[in-house]
């Protein structure tokens, strides 16, 4: 990991060299007495100066240079037209150009090609950020930079501000017959102390220094300001809020601009006192008495992170706390740098031994131990640590100590609940099986095989060969790091799993909500619980068919990935029942329900595509998710392959069967090679009801439309319940479900929950909900609104520290030191013109830096680029720039650091991860990322992969370590999400996320003034999630679609048929099951929605439709798709029906007219 860390530490540097500067290189070089070459060729530098090692610049002017860190002449106004990205690399003089060598392009015609089929998808230009933006115009360059804070000042303490800047003096260069004007770094040195007690003396106090002309400043008039004001929040008249800031009031009429600028502009200021005591006090912030719940919750856990100063125009930054809880420095930081804590669930006792529990053990396949001793463990090593903290809660703050108390009261209910999930196994033989089997399943799952073994059809034996031969997986042959839960892990899984399987348990309508960083393992998790779930029910009564687990994502990308991990873990399930007959006959199997721009929603559709494949067709989307057998690693799909000299398309696994077509493995020798117990099609996982099914919540929208879907619920033709329901609902990354999305899932949610619920012989049983967040802001509000349920346990709770829930903890090595974390940079150029010219500097020397690098090992973590994007637009325009001015300004970096053709960066692969990307192209950018600098077949590595925010959830590569951002994300909870695809092996190789901010939008720019504050209690700021699904528009958009649904799902066949007449009595249900989720989420709301619901129940009455659906257009049809046009008569008595959660709005385009006025007033003929 060393190299890693050097080598992170050499890409930060050679960033700030770019955009900060300076950037001494080279040779030495005697500027003293003149400067002459003979030939253009001879001036070829990087060149130093010989006096002083400082750097010398040949080419471009220093404003042209550098475009951070630099304090302008006074009240210089921006320029009205920003320079091209690009513009500062064509002011260099290519030596390409100029002796006649290559001038060959780094963008390869493979890289290309790439932007070429990015460019040419569709770009939806709605989907930016409404943020308000501030035009650079009639603006001024930044002359100054500041920071504030708090001091105590008592007598004979000091104010010591410290600066190490530069500024450049131009001098001319003789090349051959010419004169070329270079510029010189001249250093200044800075050290001004102020007079306490002058700070002291009045009300508001302000002071100023100016350097003098022995302090090498030149011509430049810089003055280092100071201004105080007493502390509001306390009476000490030695307590003086102080801002303090660095001016270039250098009039610009005087010289060049060149010379009367100041750059790699920082400073520090020092407060200590006479005895060396630091002296700058934590920011004022609202007294903790002033706030309540979850704000007071905040400040517990984060009381030690606190603020110490705030930037103006800057960053600030700030020095180490000592025991009193201050600090001696405050920083001003043009480019600051942040490194955040890993955190780690591999926890250790006091000891330092591992807290895991192998599963082995659990599954019963150790002789002599059923594995309650290490589960026993757990426990106690948690109430220990209970115990420790609660001894700590004397020496909290008065205000924060019941806080503390209400914190560790809930540690202590989840590990009551841990014990009573022991007890559980203990008493009840059947759920201890069912644990066994779910520990067996699980670790199977892990020892089947990730990585595909690739196919290739032999013509001579009309057989399939595979380049590793098949194995299935051996539980008695592990890996040290195979087969054993994390603490979290089984503790979640005996806190939950009575609740899952008891349908009379006093938790079973309590919503467990996982929340823990990214790469923590919640997924094995809820897996564990969920394969517990499933085997409980089967062993319970095996005859009991249908769906029994639902999950649920979001994003498409992470549904496609989930279903093929899942699969691998059904799979394992299928395993264990064909051994064990108590389990029943029937299999284990998986359903994928998205919707049908994934998957093929008809038997008719999949036979089309099957077909398409199978003859060869390039341009047919393969729809059928699985790219490789989830039991042995067999390659699936279509394998295009040289038969002489044609090539060939053969279709591995995918297999016609009568008016379907089905999976089987494509290798004789698999388990699964007669067929695998998995399925795509919509009309197949109506008619199989797979034990488990993985969807989006979009597609839930679709009960609307599709009365056959009662199927997976249950329902029979008749409305009435038939098998049980599910009885497991797992939704992840629930942080998503916020904003519109959320209240129309909300809204939905009553209904489908419904559907879920088990109403026969006189009893109601809900299903088990559980969840996993990426913030827990207001989480219990977000779970109400959604499923109406007031009961919701966050797991793992909170302790009294942020650093440490016993179950997570940042990650210290054996001294108590803290591991690497991941750095944070904030890039914010307001002198550099553009967002584009900002991004092309940026990018080209976070791409150059690692081709120095002495091996592919050590380039590999820094070699790809993942850039984010907040909306397509940005994307796109960023493509543009990897077509000329990145390439461009590549040329221009290698030109300027003496950088031969060969060792200059070369773009091969650009590769996109969005939206617009084809079901079947998703899983191919993901391989292309994982592809290494080091791999076997000599493939190129990805470059850069632009992305959205389809890299929020599922891109798990843990090779990638190097990411930008652009544009400060929409929400906090994202920019974690986000920013935690890379460095996900910290521990190996930890990260670097650059942070480029808009400097024309003011929330860009608060959030890069107060950079520290913000990385160091990153998970303190997520905002809390908005879900209203009982609020007027969400009523008006869907509530009539609710009661289609509802009516749909549970009507008999008459209604299932049409819609007339209205099912009153079925409605009247309806509204008795909705009333009461009113009053639960939003009583304020109720007479709105009684009104809404009797106006749509009227209107499906009064207009006496006779169809669903629009067939023909005679058809008197109630429904129509949302966001389609309809005419003025169907608009009036018809609905429109959405069939996504998502906002779908009407869509008209403009088109720029050809029909032009010849000259005024005389109109074209003719119109």
Known sequence: MSANITNRHLVLKALREELVGPSPHGKELDFSSGVRFESLKDSYGPWKQK???????????????????????????????????????????????????????????????????????????????????????????????????????????????EASLGRYKPVEVQIDKYDSTWWLRVPISLVKEFDVEAICATQVAKLEERLQPEENCGPIDLRVELYARPNPHDDNPRQRLITVCLVNRTDPGIGRHDELCIFQASFEVKITSSDGENLVLPYPEAPISALEGEEKSLALLYRNYQTYGVGHGCAADWGEKDGAGNVGTVKAECLPVFETASTTPEIEDDAGNPIRVAMAVLAGLVPGKDGFDELERVVELYEAWISKKHSQISKLPPDLQLTAEEHLENCGRCAKRMRDGIDYLKANSLALRAFQLANRAILVQQLIRKEPRIASYDYKTNRWRFSDVYSEPDVGNLRPDQGQWRAFQIAFLLMALRSAVEENDVHRETVELIWFPTGGGKTEAYLGLAAFAM???????????????????????????????????????????????????????????????????????????????????????????????????????????KMGRKWDTKIAGYSRREKTVIYRCPDSECRFSSELPVYVIDEDIYEVKPSIVIGTVDKFAMLAWRPEARALFGIGNDGSRQYSPPGLIIQDELHLISGPLGSMVGLYETVVEELCTDRRQGRIVRPKIVSSTATTRRYEEQIKALYGRTNVVLFPPPGIDADDSFFARYARDKTGKPQPGRIYVGVHGPGLGSLQTVQVRTFTALMQAPVAFPNPEEQDPWW???????????????????????????????????????????????????????????????????????????????????????LEVGVDIDRLSLMAVVGQPKSTSQYIQVTGRVGRRWWERPGLVVTIYTASKPRDRSHFEKFRSYHERLYAHVEPASVTPFSPPALDRALHAVMVLYARQFGDESVVRRPYPFPGSLIEGLKAILLPRVDVIDPSETENFVRVFEKRASEWARWKRTVWEMKSPDDDFLLRFAGDFADSGSRLLSWPVPTSMRNVDAECQAEITRLYLLEEDEEVKGI
Request: hydrophobic share 35%; net charge neutral.
């Open 51 to 161: 006096e002083n090692g400082e750097e010398a610049l040949q080419r471009d002017p220093p404003t042209k240079r550098y475009g951070i860190g630099v304090l302008y002449p006074w009240q210089i106004v921006a320029d009205d037209t920003p320079e091209d990205a690009g513009s500062a690399a064509i002011g260099l003089h290519s030596r390409d150009e100029k002796d006649g060598q290559s001038s060959d392009t780094p963008l390869t015609s493979q890289g290309a090609a790439d932007i070429e089929k990015s460019l040419a998808r569709d770009i939806n230009f709605d989907d930016g950020l409404n943020d308000l933006d501030l035009s650079a115009s009639n603006t001024y360059r930044p002359s100054s930079m500041g920071i504030s804070f708090l001091a105590y000042l008592p007598p004979g303490s000091k104010v010591v501000v």
């Open 864 to 950: 790809t680029l993942l850039i984010f994007f907040n909306s397509l637009r940005e994307l796109g325009t960023t493509l543009s720039l990897f077509q000329s001015d990145i390439p461009d300004y590549l040329k221009a970096v290698a030109n300027r650091l003496g950088v031969t053709y060969g060792s200059m960066r070369k773009l091969w692969r650009i590769r996109e991860l969005t939206g617009r990307l084809k079901s079947d192209e998703v899983p191919e950018a993901i391989a292309d990322l994982e592809v290494a600098c080091n791999n076997p077949n000599k493939l190129r590595p990805v470059d850069a992969c632009l992305a959205s925010n389809i």
């Open 535 to 641: 085997f409980m029910r089967r062993l319970k009564d095996p005859a009991d068919m249908g769906v029994h687990v639902v999950t649920r994502y979001t994003l498409r990308l992470l549904t496609a990935q989930q279903f093929q991990r899942t699969s691998r873990l059904v799979c394992a399930m299928e395993y264990i029942r064909q051994q064990n007959p108590d389990l029943g006959e029937r299999s284990f199997s998986i359903g994928i329900w998205v919707g049908g721009g994934n998957t093929p929603n008809s038997r008719k559709e999949a036979v089309d595509v099957l077909a398409k494949l199978s003859s060869g067709d390039r341009f047919t989307e393969n729809k059928f998710v699985l790219g490789q057998c989830p039991w042995c690693g067999a390659q699936m799909g279509p394998i295009r392959q």
